[in-house]
């Protein structure tokens, strides 16, 4: 058993949830989402707003950790688990990463090993609230191990990749993995 403490290193605790971004707050009704996924998988989708609540629904209850040194327990979120996802898109043997693409411009990358943990959600949903445009509504994927640069803001478009491919800010000089608990925040 690891004896890891809740609160990583050099972060501190909130109870607010701040905002950070690039500064494009793109507005994402849900008539207007579409999440799709391809790459190195066996089925590419295509889902609008009914098929992603089609699918079964989840709530994890996890803690979030921002680089800018804060951290908020028990956040609620609701959506889709990545465990489920993955089992209908199928990354093939070759997929080791992936990259999360948003309507701001936005990317980020992880390994699919960090995605596919029995913490990680597609969520549209924040402490019973649908996720809000400014915390990236209408869905973002939340992975809770890693530092919240690693989890998308009005996410569109999942890819999954033979080769990693660093995002926005890890070609920016952060770290291209991000756990917190070993502070690989930058570098
Ligand atoms: N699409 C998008 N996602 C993003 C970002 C962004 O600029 N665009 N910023 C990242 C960074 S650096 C952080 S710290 C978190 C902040 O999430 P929050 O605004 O919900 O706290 O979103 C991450 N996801
Ligand atoms: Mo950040």
């Known amino acids: 058993m690891s004896d890891k403490p809740r609160l990583p290193p050099g972060q501190n605790l909130t109870a607010k949830f701040p905002v950070l971004d690039l500064g494009q707050q793109p507005a994402i009704s849900q008539a207007d989402f579409r999440l799709t996924a391809s790459g190195l998988i066996e089925n590419p989708i295509d889902w609008g707003w009914d098929d992603f609540q089609a ?5 994890f209850t996890t803690d979030i950790h921002c680089v800018t040194t804060w951290s908020r327990f028990d956040n609620d979120w609701a959506g889709v688990s990545a465990k489920h996802f993955l089992s209908v898109v199928k990354p093939l043997a070759e997929a080791k990463f992936m990259v999360f693409h948003s309507h701001d411009g936005y990317t980020t990358n992880l390994p699919l090993s960090a995605f596919d943990d029995d913490d990680v959600i597609l969520a549209h949903t924040w402490n019973g609230e649908p996720m809000s445009r400014e915390h990236g509504g209408p869905v973002r994927p939340i992975i809770p191990k890693l530092y919240l640069w690693k989890s998308a803001k009005w996410v569109k478009h999942i890819t ?4 990693d491919a660093p995002g926005y800010w890890e070609v920016r000089g952060y770290h291209n993995h ?3 608990w070993k502070e690989e925040r930058f570098g």
Not at 160 to 163: A, P, Q, V
């Open 55 to 59: 699918q079964p629904q989840v709530n």
């Open 160 to 163: 999954f990749l033979k080769d």
């Open 178 to 180: 991000g756990d917190p």
